[in-house]
């Protein structure tokens, strides 16, 4: 696995995952009118 980034220590990917999928929330709940 290559160096940590962001101070996560888990990879650049884990990272990526985790703001995609908070975006998805983000976007999904504010569409669906959650909000």
Known sequence: MSAPTGG???GSG???LVVLFILLVIIGA???GWY
């Open 8 to 10: 996560y220590g888990y």
């Open 14 to 16: 884990f990272a990526l």
């Open 30 to 32: 504010s569409w669906s």
